[in-house]
């Protein structure tokens, strides 16, 4: 297990017909925030992403619950297509069906709200831009029309300069 990245969840997930079931609704968390992110092999098996390696035992010491709810709650998984399991002597492959649904990646959802995101950052980007070409435009014509150049006088800064080289008599 990883500690890096996360998992999805809508809040519809609430409404889920296992929410209710403690035991249930935990396994699957656990299985959700335990699965591959990518794939990988274990000892001669293919362990796609979504999937992950484990055992009634294991599920059950992680949760502090009986290996016997450990198995329950996974064949409620499996009876409403939540998951999907392959045994061996040793270990269980467990699947995540629909497992691409709990992730921020290739969803509808998320891509919709990338595309508004966008959007929106194009428009703040765009009003961004005319204001300060705006207030170029302001500049030069201030400067154009104005006798002074950075607050002087042109003609301030020219007797200044006929003082400093003694040219007027005080």
Not at 59 to 70: H, W, Y
Not at 91 to 110: A, L
Not at 153 to 159: E, H, R, T, V, Y
């Amino acid at each position: 297990m990883t500690d890096k990245g996360f998992i999805k969840l809508h809040r519809s997930i609430l409404k889920w017909e296992w929410w209710q079931d403690e035991n249930t609704r935990n396994v699957f968390l656990w299985l959700l925030l335990n699965a591959n992110w990518e794939d990988s092999r274990f000892q001669g098996h293919e362990i796609p992403k979504g999937s992950l390696v484990t055992s009634y035992a294991k599920i059950a010491e992680s949760l502090g619950i009986s290996v016997q709810s450990a198995r329950t709650s996974i064949n409620h998984l499996k009876s409403t297509n939540e998951i999907t399991s392959k045994s061996t002597s040793k270990f269980t492959i467990v699947t995540i069906v629909n497992w691409e649904k709990y992730q921020c990646f290739d969803d509808s959802d998320n891509k919709q709200s990338n595309k508004q995101s966008n959007n929106q950052l194009t428009i703040n980007q765009q009003a961004t831009n005319n204001i300060k070409e705006i207030k170029n435009i302001r500049n030069k014509e201030d400067k154009k029309y104005s006798p002074y150049q950075n607050g002087r006088n042109p003609d301030f800064i020219a007797l200044l300069e006929m003082e400093t080289k003694g040219a007027v008599n005080k």
